[in-house]
């Protein structure tokens, strides 16, 4: 019961602020800019560009749940923002150790606004796509995800909301709470035109998890390891527990580093995670994950 008192005071909190800037909107005038630079920048203007980049990462992890083996893995990205606000992106994924040359493509696009100087946020659809030779990642079990996030810059920090709604083989949806603080320094380590930043974040994240179910019922290593059901069981076994339920499903804290310069940066990154109320045949543990990530930005 507590985990859904936080939850409701928080959405109520960026609630009333959402309001008070739609209405504040029809007094000031409708602001057309989006943060095109550091998180640290007051004033944000609209800018065509396009971002490139690779990452390493330790696991797999899907809204707070990994499957039960070790997957490293890259990926690439590619994203071009419009003046207007509209952007588009891509993505690729190879899972380390494992045959295919690729194991999944995201392709998307959304929509980035802003109210006020403090409140921005973003829409967007991404559809994901697996090669049938891929490894057996949790994430497989959906294949569209709508995106919508709300973030609010209280000066000493940043919160956001963000809600997905994904569908597939399992649909599902999350809320995922956010509060992360930006630090830059003011003392270069090569030269004028670099400088660290770290941004320290604590979310936790809300939602159903059937996608658990459809995975552990679907993959070689759950049939492998398991002997098939007795005819007229497989239901019951799949209604045994409640994935359908809204509840809270992890906790974690992050701590990115990142070295910056005018067109690039390289950050490495931890991630502490706590699942809580794991349901099915997932036996999650607190992990931690690390993830190495190199993005060039192109005005």
């Known amino acids: 019961m507590k985990y859904y008192f936080v939850l409701i005071l928080l959405l109520f909190c960026f609630t009333f602020s959402f309001l008070n800037a ?3 909107k029809n007094w000031k005038g409708y602001s057309m800019n989006i943060n095109t630079t550091s998180d640290s920048d007051s004033t944000v203007f609209r800018k065509r560009s396009i971002t490139a980049g690779v990452n390493f990462g330790s696991d797999f992890q899907f ?10 893995y890259l990926s690439t990205d590619a994203i071009y923002n419009f003046k207007s606000g509209f952007f588009l992106y891509g993505s690729g994924v190879k899972v380390l ?6 194991d999944e493509l995201d392709v998307g696009g959304g929509y980035f606004f802003t109210y006020l100087k403090k409140i921005s946020g973003s829409i967007s659809y991404t559809r994901f796509i697996f090669n049938k030779d891929a490894a057996d990642v949790i994430k497989s079990a959906s294949s569209n995800d709508i ?6 810059n209280w000066k ?3 919160s956001s909301v963000t809600f997905d709604y994904l569908f597939g083989k399992a649909n599902d949806y999350f809320i995922t709470i956010n509060t992360s603080k930006y630090i830059e320094t003011d003392w270069s380590i090569f030269d004028d035109k670099d400088y660290l930043t770290f941004n320290p974040t604590i979310s936790g994240i809300f939602g159903t998890q059937n996608f658990v179910g459809n995975y552990a019922s679907n993959y070689s290593f759950f049939l492998n390891n398991n002997p098939p059901p007795a005819p007229g069981t497989k239901d019951l076994e799949a209604n045994k527990y409640n994935n359908g339920r809204f509840t809270a499903l992890n906790y974690s804290f992050k701590l990115p580093i990142a070295y910056n310069r005018p067109h690039y940066t390289i950050e490495a990154s931890w991630k502490y995670s706590i699942p809580v109320d794991v349901e099915g045949i997932l036996k999650n ?3 931690l994950f690390f993830n190495l990530t190199f993005y060039y930005v192109f005005f």
């Open 147 to 152: 995106n919508l996030k709300s973030t609010f």
């Open 97 to 102: 150790g494992y045959k295919p040359l690729v």
């Open 63 to 72: 809204f707070g749940r990994t499957g039960p083996i070790t997957y490293p």
């Open 285 to 287: 543990r607190h992990e």
């Open 22 to 24: 739609f209405a504040l």
């Open 156 to 158: 000493f920090a940043k």
